[in-house]
C-alpha cells in the first residue's frame, strides 16, 4: 500500500512540475518584454531619484560653504 501511495505521489509531483514548468514557459514567453521594459524604466527612476538626491545634496553643502544659505543650529 505505501508503495502505490509513492508511485502515485511521484506521478502527480511530477505533473504538476510539468504544468507549472509549461505555465512559466507561456508566461515568460508572452510577457517577456514587458516585464523586461518594466525592470529596465524601475531601475532608470530609482537611478534618477538617487542622482537627484545626491545633486541636492552636493549643492545645498556648497550653497552653504559660500555663505549663500543661512546654517543650520
Same mark, same amino acid.
Given at each position: 500500500? /505505501?508503495?502505490?501511495?509513492?508511485? @502515485?505521489?511521484? &506521478?502527480?509531483?511530477?505533473?504538476?512540475?510539468?504544468?507549472?514548468?509549461?505555465? @512559466?514557459?507561456?508566461w515568460?514567453?508572452?510577457?517577456?518584454?514587458?516585464?523586461?521594459? /518594466?525592470?529596465? +524604466?524601475? +531601475?532608470?527612476? /530609482?537611478?534618477g531619484?538617487?542622482? /537627484?538626491?545626491?545633486?541636492? $545634496?552636493?549643492?545645498?553643502? $556648497?550653497?552653504?560653504?559660500?555663505?549663500?544659505?543661512?546654517?543650520? &543650529?
Amino acid at each position: 500500500m /505505501g508503495r502505490t501511495i509513492l508511485i @502515485y505521489a511521484a &506521478a502527480l509531483a511530477a505533473t504538476v512540475f510539468l504544468l507549472e514548468w509549461l505555465q @512559466y514557459r507561456f508566461w515568460a514567453r508572452e510577457l517577456g518584454i514587458e516585464m523586461l521594459v /518594466g525592470l529596465v +524604466g524601475l +531601475g532608470c527612476v /530609482g537611478f534618477g531619484i538617487w542622482v /537627484g538626491a545626491l545633486v541636492s $545634496l552636493v549643492s545645498a553643502a $556648497l550653497l552653504r560653504n559660500r555663505n549663500l544659505l543661512p546654517h543650520r &543650529a
